[in-house]
C-alpha cells in the first residue's frame, strides 16, 4: 500500500503533466532562462489557510532553488491582504508552478475553512466532526489533511483502514447480525486489527446491535435530532456514536445537543469553495 507522501508525489505529477504537456509555452517564449524574480502567495479572502506545507513541495518539485519565507501557517486565519509567504528563484519556475499550488492552496483552504466553521458551531460540546469519503477523486489525502487543518477529524481514508458496515452491506448480507458477524470473522481470520462501525435506520436496529456485540461505533442514519438523543440514551456509552446524513450547519448544534460523539459531513468536502488567493511578482 502507498505511504501518505507517495500519493500526494503521484498527485503532483499528475498535476503537472496535464498542465505543463511539453513545455509552458509562453513562459518560455517571454522570459529569459537566466531571469530571477519574486512573487508573494496573497490572501483575497478571509478564512483558514492550509497547504502551505504542500505549496513548498510543490514549488520545490518545479525547482529545489526556490527559497520560500513563510509568514502565515497552516491553520491560522487569515484575512484579505494578508501575505502568507513569499518566493524567490528562477521565473520561469515561479510561474509554471503557480496554478498547480494555487488550485491546491485554495481547494485545501476552503476545505479548512468550512471545517473551522462546523466545529465551531459545536463549541462547549463533546461532539467532533468528522469528514466522509466524498472528496475529489486524487485529492483525498490532501482534502483530508485540510479537515484536520480546520479543526474536524478525520474518518476512515478509505475502504481499507476501517470495517464501515452501510446499509447495502446489510441487505446483500442478508441481515445487521450475520453482516457483523462476518465482518468479526474476517478480521480475526485475516489477523486485520480494524474497527467495526455499523449503520442503522431504526432504533430497532440499535437494540439489534447492542445485543449481538462486536462493534466499535454505532451510526444513526437519517435520524432527527430528537430520535437521535434517543437513541444516544438508548446505547448508553456502550460503544461510540455518529451522526450522518441530512445534517447542515443550522442544524448541527441540534445534533450535538443530543449526545453524539462524532457527526459526519460529507459538505466538508464535496461543496466546497476554494479561498480565492492569487501569486503576484513584486
Known amino acids: 500500500m502507498k505511504t501518505k507522501e507517495e500519493l500526494i508525489d503521484q498527485l503532483l505529477d499528475l498535476a503537472f503533466a496535464e498542465d505543463l ?40 518539485k518545479v525547482d529545489p532553488s526556490i527559497k520560500m519565507d513563510i509568514f502565515i ?7 484579505k ?15 509554471i508552478a503557480e496554478r498547480t499550488m494555487l488550485n491546491i492552496m ?25 469528514d466522509t469519503r466524498k472528496t475529489t477523486p ?9 479537515v484536520k487543518i480546520g479543526g474536524g477529524t478525520n474518518h476512515r481514508i478509505g475502504l481499507f483502514d476501517m470495517i464501515l458496515i452501510k446499509d447495502n452491506h446489510i441487505d446483500f448480507a442478508g441481515g445487521i447480525e450475520k453482516a457483523i458477524q462476518r465482518a468479526d ?18 432504533l430497532d436496529d440499535i437494540r439489534r446491535v447492542l445485543a449481538h456485540g462486536g462493534v466499535d461505533r454505532i451510526m444513526f442514519d437519517n435520524f432527527t435530532p430528537e430520535l437521535t438523543k434517543e437513541a444516544v440514551a438508548l446505547v448508553g ?5 455518529e451522526s450522518s446524513g441530512g445534517i447542515t450547519l443550522e442544524n448541527l448544534r441540534q445534533y450535538g445537543e443530543a449526545g453524539v460523539d462524532f457527526i459526519s459531513v460529507g459538505a466538508l468536502t464535496h461543496s466546497v469553495k476554494g479561498l480565492d488567493m492569487s501569486f503576484k511578482a513584486f
Open 138 to 146: 486524487g485529492m483525498r489525502m490532501l482534502e483530508k489533511e485540510a
Open 21 to 60: 504537456g511539453d513545455g509552458d509555452h509562453t513562459t518560455l517564449s517571454t522570459i529569459p532562462a537566466d531571469a530571477m524574480g519574486r512573487s508573494r502567495l496573497i490572501i483575497k479572502e478571509d478564512g483558514i489557510l492550509a497547504g502551505v506545507d504542500i505549496a513548498e513541495k510543490v514549488l520545490h
Open 81 to 95: 491582504g494578508d501575505v502568507a509567504f513569499t518566493a524567490e528563484g528562477p521565473v520561469r519556475s515561479l510561474l
Open 237 to 241: 456509552g456502550k460503544v461510540e456514536t
Open 185 to 202: 470473522d474476517y478480521c480475526r481470520e485475516s489477523g486485520k486489527d480494524l474497527k467495526i462501525e455499523v449503520e442503522v435506520r431504526s
Open 73 to 79: 501557517h497552516d491553520g491560522e486565519e487569515v484575512k
Open 106 to 130: 485554495q481547494r485545501m483552504s476552503g476545505v479548512a475553512t468550512m471545517t473551522r466553521k462546523y466545529q465551531d458551531e459545536l463549541k462547549g460540546l463533546h461532539t467532533r466532526v468528522l
